[in-house]
């Protein structure tokens, strides 16, 4: 699996959007960009994934640039409750296969 | 709502004990995984299963450790001795078939400590 880069911490303040960034330089044609996260004392939670095509859910959006060697993740109106660790993964297929955990980067939600 | 259940949730053993930790993944979820959390490693894999085959267990270390799939609802780590460097949070997590779902979901962690 390709190896991502975040930076270490970022904050935003209540009610603002959140862009957080990932370098993914080496990613390979059919692997995925997988977003999980992780709220202290609680297991990783997934966000979203994308292969190409920019993506949006009911939390947040993804913005894979063309050449897919980097992307953001970005919470449209980030809260208290989004004060979590972010990991961005690359993988082939997500659920059926390990996912490599990095150090992730660490988000405070300001008030 | 479907969920990753683990048990127990917090154990405290002196070195040397067995322990044994139980994950009962999503039912129809056909991939179990083992994961482990310290702050000095982070998350890393220890072992995963797809249909109760064991796939890789590459991340765990041979001489103590050993993870089952008695059946398709119950998957089992278990540590014999344990030492103290095995303090950390396990946590398991299941996953769809490929093709079906992109998520894996992952249970609350058994928090271990090792004394």
């Known amino acids: 699996d390709a190896k991502t880069t975040q930076p270490t911490s970022m904050d935003c303040a209540e009610g603002r959007a959140a862009n957080l960034p990932c370098n993914h330089s080496t990613i390979s044609g059919n692997e995925y960009v997988y977003w999980y996260r992780q709220i202290h004392s609680q297991g990783p939670q997934y966000i979203i994934h994308?292969?190409?095509n920019n993506e949006t859910n009911e939390m947040a959006s993804l913005i894979i640039t063309e050449d897919r060697k980097s992307s953001t993740l970005i919470l449209p109106h980030a809260t208290l409750r989004d004060t979590a660790v972010y990991y961005c993964?690359?993988?082939?297929?997500?659920?059926?296969?390990?996912?490599?955990f990095g150090k992730g980067i660490t988000l405070s939600v300001r008030p | 709502d479907a969920r990753v259940t683990q048990t127990p949730r917090h154990k405290v053993t002196e070195m040397g004990q067995e322990v044994t930790m139980r994950c009962q993944p999503i039912l129809g979820h056909n991939t179990v995984f083992w994961y482990r959390q310290t702050m000095m490693q982070g998350l890393e894999l220890l072992a995963y299963f797809r249909n109760r085959a064991p796939l890789d267990d590459s991340g765990m270390p041979k001489d103590r450790f050993s993870a089952e799939m008695p059946d398709a609802t119950l998957a089992t780590l278990k540590i014999q001795p344990s030492e103290p460097r095995d303090s950390a949070v396990y946590f398991c997590a299941s996953g769809l078939p490929h093709g079906l779902s992109y998520e894996q979901y992952f249970g609350p962690g058994t928090r271990l400590t090792v004394t």
């Open positions: 994308g292969l190409k």
């Open positions: 993964i690359v993988s082939y297929t997500g659920a059926n296969s390990k996912l490599t």
